[in-house]
């Protein structure tokens, strides 16, 4: 049986448990995680947290609707089972109706070709080699831009502030504009301490010109919220970054998540790293009545 629970209903250690030993599992989904980045959630619970599908919600003109928070890229149904069709769609349909929009991004291995959902594009790459072939996937402009770099002696600094990274971020020029909201909640997650959370960046005459917020969690390293000026981009700077970072965790049973992406410049920078490719599921419906 599926029950609905509110925020301040759910039993934490129970869910966080379904999260932590799904098989699917992702860090978006842990309640520290929620708490921060979704104006709201509550959970749609299978028995006793034998799966759980967190519902992020707000509410406007008294409307309320699940949505797709920023810097989360895939909710949906985790548990430590397999997941097939029928649960997914059964969660779905407990969905309770006095949302009237439900948009939510399923995760991976959460499978919606049997309804009308969009499909999207992710890139990881598993980090379950040694460093050497992990590099010899690469293609010749990723190991051009990383020896251009090296040979130019750049430095990582592990252990970038979250004002330092919050103050280049704001400030650096981007393609894409950000709103209060999304400015809110990265103030909020570099400053909540969590030790899952990490920022590395790269100084050019102690100024900060690259940098990285990434995630990690018992599965996955999450590529979250990268920014570097044009100049460190043409000097290689942010396939430094991602380098070391596969450095550090190669041998592991660790992936490597992207997050991303459908921009074409952008996919074409992941795939450059030699990924395989992970198509997830956007699924939009309304309700009015």
Not at 158 to 163: C, D, G, L, Q, R
Not at 251 to 272: C, K, P, Q, T
Request: proline residues 2%; glycine residues 2%; charged residues 25%.
């Amino acid at each position: 049986m599926i029950c609905y629970f509110k925020r301040d209903q759910i039993d934490l250690s129970k869910y966080n448990n379904c999260i932590k030993s799904a098989l699917n599992s992702r860090i978006y989904a842990y309640s520290w995680y929620l708490d921060i980045v979704a104006d709201n959630w509550d959970v749609l619970v299978l028995n006793d947290y034998e799966a759980v599908m967190p519902l992020s919600w707000r509410s406007k003109y008294f409307i309320k609707y699940i949505y797709p928070p920023a810097f989360t890229q895939q909710l949906g149904v985790f548990s430590k089972n397999k997941i097939d069709s029928s649960l997914i769609n059964e969660f779905i349909n407990s969905v309770p109706k006095k949302f009237k929009k439900v948009t939510i991004q399923f995760n991976s291995s959460n499978d919606l070709s049997f309804l009308n959902a969009q499909k999207r594009v992710n890139y990881i790459l598993p980090l379950d080699k040694t460093y050497e072939e992990i590099l010899n996937g690469f293609n010749k402009n990723r190991k051009r831009d990383l020896k251009k770099a090296i040979n130019s002696n750049y430095k990582i600094n592990e252990n970038i502030t979250s004002e330092d990274f919050f103050d280049f971020y704001l400030n650096e020029s981007k393609n894409y504009e950000l709103n209060k909201n999304q400015i809110t909640t990265i103030k909020a997650l570099l400053s909540s301490n969590n030790k899952a959370v990490f920022i590395w960046g790269i100084r050019d005459n102690e100024r900060l010109v690259a940098s990285l917020v990434w995630l990690k969690d018992d599965n996955r390293i999450t590529y979250l919220l990268p920014i570097a000026t044009m100049q460190a981009k043409e000097n290689g700077l942010p396939t430094l970054l991602i380098s070391n970072l596969i450095d550090k965790y190669k041998n592991s049973e660790l992936i490597f998540d992207f997050e991303g992406s459908m921009i074409g410049g952008v996919a074409d920078f992941y795939r450059s790293f030699g990924v395989i490719k992970e198509d997830y599921f956007n699924f939009l419906s309304y309700s009015f009545y």
